[in-house]
């Protein structure tokens, strides 16, 4: 009989949630996991005595890699698909009652369980040590309105008119737009999603080639951080679906990103020409989602908690030189203005090895930076069974051969003194920015909108920053007019501003969000108070921003060339280490994207510097 070890039974969400929380917090408080069809594996297979020496129980605590486990552990290793209903004449990769563990024990990607199974023909068992690496699950949607009836002269049925064949796609060389907006998650799922679109078949649409009569499909990427974000999305949606609806063109729509997850089927009454509406969690399931609906004519809405699985495609990038890597998606904070949690989900971390593959793989395909990504980058982990952190994580970066890395956002209830010592240790490759969004200085304002320290604890995590690298960056974001925000309150927030001289503030005015306990709050500001707030916060970072620059002004610094500038010919532009733009006289010919090269600083503006190239 199997004997599973208690420890590796106990679940993630027992450390995670208080009694009293009404918010999910884990996957399991989200996703239906027996919808898992299949996981993707690395095992581990050791003697009982291996199993149990002090090695493994590093891997518990994080001290040694997985990988580092399985050379001084196994006596073999075990990769690939394990299914949970395997077919009759299916090899298996593990014993019947591993898989059934797996299956039975609420896994996801990053996770590690183990178990014994004996062996019937030797006197000891074997000891499995088993790692998800990647899953698949069953189809995820609802469909509607199969005999949907458009109004004006549209009709439904097949969206694009060819037909299918088991060797090729129905999408092939069908026009498509992709139109984002948003922050570096949306960009970056923008890519995802165009990358998918690509290995359909499809081609973008050029304005300098195609007329827009020539769209087939069009994704509409949304934001719904910034206020009026739905109506935004109905204007954008308008023309594609006066085109459909007169019958000129049966154009696939598709709306994905934040606002699509918080609408859902409303999208549908709203506007009955889109033909999917898909979550942030379900972006990697384009084709399935598409070619469902050429089938079928049916409307999909895809919004249901899912365990995120890698990307089948390669994502089309925007850069040849600088990449986004996502690391961990969603959020558990809740801070009561944010409709992230609702609109991405709770918090899954990527596998470190997915993390490290993907950024060793950029680096051979000639990319010079990449930018670890997340909402809430320092959780990175916490849900991982064993638990991991983003120190780890941004440790193992480091040792790879990108010569660049950077990360985005921290979030300074959970900062980590350690994060420091990576990034300012001149040694490593980790970029000296610090992205520390502080949002409000006062400490009324931060306890309700549940942010979880104080400016007092905030200003101790920058002196420690400013102790080990007075030129390193310090970025922030801040909210002006949060509900009940008084004068008093402003005044203490533009006190900060002026203690720790950001590099860059993005500064935003309180708007509320749906389903966020902020915006059902009756002391909200006035308009023309937050607008003039805003302003003179502004004003106080942009001085604050040119005296940052002065301190490039007759240095040398290597820049990251990353193109042209568009604006100006005959000029460069690339970044410091810092993230400051570099603009300088040249060209592509003599240099090239994704060169390193030293400029001489002349000219200090608040958000750019202006050089001469040193050979």
Known sequence: MMVLIPFLLLHLCNSLIPSSSTYPRTASQTVDFAKVDEYFVHAIVADTGAFLSNTYKDVRASSRSFQEAASILSKREISGWVSRSPSPTQRLLLPATITSSLFSSGLKPGDVTSSSCPLHDLASDEFFVVKVLDVKMQPMYKTFNANRNLKGGGVPGSIITRTRTSSSSSFTNSVYQLLSNGCQMNFSDSERIKGQLNAMGMVEFDSSINKKSAIDVVVVNTCSIRDHAEQKLYDTLGPFAKTKRSGKKNVLIAVTGCVAQQEGEKLLKRVPEVD????????????????????????????????????????????????????????????????????????????????????????????????????????????????????????????????????????????????????????????????????????????????????????????????????????????????????????????????????????????????????????????????????????????????????????????????????????????????????????????????????????????????????
Not at 279 to 302: E, R, T
Not at 313 to 320: G, T, Y
Not at 540 to 550: D, G, I, P, T
Not at 562 to 581: C, F, P, S, W, Y
């Open 276 to 615: 999917v509406v898909m979550g942030p969690q379900h972006l990697n399931k384009v084709a399935d989602l598409f070619n469902a609906v050429l089938d079928s004519g049916v409307q999909i809405v895809a919004t249901d908690g899912t365990l995120l699985s890698e990307d089948l495609a390669q994502p089309i990038r925007d850069s040849k030189v600088r990449a986004w890597v996502n690391v961990i998606y969603g959020c558990n904070e809740h801070c009561s203005y944010c409709v992230v949690p609702y609109t991405r989900g709770v918090e899954q971390s990527r596998p470190l090895e997915n993390i490290i593959e993907e950024v060793e793989m950029l680096e051979t395909q000639g990319y010079k930076e990449v930018s670890l990504l997340g909402q809430n980058i320092d959780a990175y982990g916490r849900d991982l069974n064993p638990k991991s952190s983003f120190y780890d994580l941004l440790m193992a970066a480091s040792k790879t051969k990108i010569p660049r890395v950077r990360y985005v956002t921290s979030h300074p209830r959970y900062f980590s003194d350690r994060v420091i010592d990576i990034v300012t240790d001149p040694s490593n490759s980790v970029c000296e920015v610090f992205h520390m969004p502080i949002q409000s200085g006062s400490n009324s304002i931060l306890k309700a909108m549940r942010r979880g320290y104080t400016r007092e604890s905030y200003m101790k995590t920058i002196e420690k920053i400013r102790a080990a690298d007075l030129n390193a960056a310090i970025t922030t974001d801040i909210i002006v007019g949060f509900p009940g925000e008084t004068e008093e309150d402003f005044l203490e927030t533009l006190e900060i501003l002026k203690r720790v001289c950001y590099d860059n503030v993005n500064s935003f005015a309180y708007s509320p969000r749906p389903n966020t306990d902020a915006a059902l709050l009756d002391t909200q500001v006035a308009e023309e108070v937050k607008n003039e707030r805003l302003q003179r916060l502004q004003k106080v970072a942009l001085k604050h921003a040119e005296v940052r620059s002065q301190r490039y002004l007759g240095k040398i610094v290597e820049v990251l060339v990353e193109g042209r500038n568009l604006k100006v010919e005959d000029e460069i532009t690339g970044r410091t280490r810092q993230g400051r733009a570099v603009f300088f006289e040249g060209n592509l010919e003599d240099t090239q994207e994704g060169e390193f090269v030293r400029v001489l600083i002349t000219e200090a503006r608040p958000w750019s510097l202006r050089g001469e190239l040193k050979r």
